[in-house]
C-alpha cells in the first residue's frame, strides 16, 4: 500500500515520472541532482524513500534503473 509523500519526495517523483514520459527511460541519480541542484547521496536518500513507501522500484547496479510502480 502506497504511503503519503513529503514535499520533496513528491517534487523528485513528479520529475521522475515527466523525465521518464518525454524521454522513454529514466533520469541518472546525477541527473536529478543536477535538476535540484542537491548532491547525489541526497538523491539517493529520497529515491530509497520512495522505495521504501513502494512509489519506485530500482534494479541493483544500473544507471537508469528507477521504475514507477
Do not use: C, H
Amino acid at each position: 500500500m502506497k504511503r503519503g509523500l513529503t514535499i520533496k519526495q513528491k517534487e523528485r517523483y513528479d520529475f521522475i515520472k515527466e523525465y521518464i514520459a518525454k524521454n522513454g527511460y529514466a533520469p541518472t541519480l546525477k541527473e536529478i541532482a543536477k535538476e535540484f541542484k542537491t548532491t547525489n547521496s541526497a538523491v539517493y536518500y529520497i529515491l530509497d524513500a520512495l522505495v521504501k513507501k513502494e512509489w519506485i522500484k530500482r534494479e541493483k547496479y544500473a544507471e537508469r534503473d528507477i521504475v514507477i510502480i
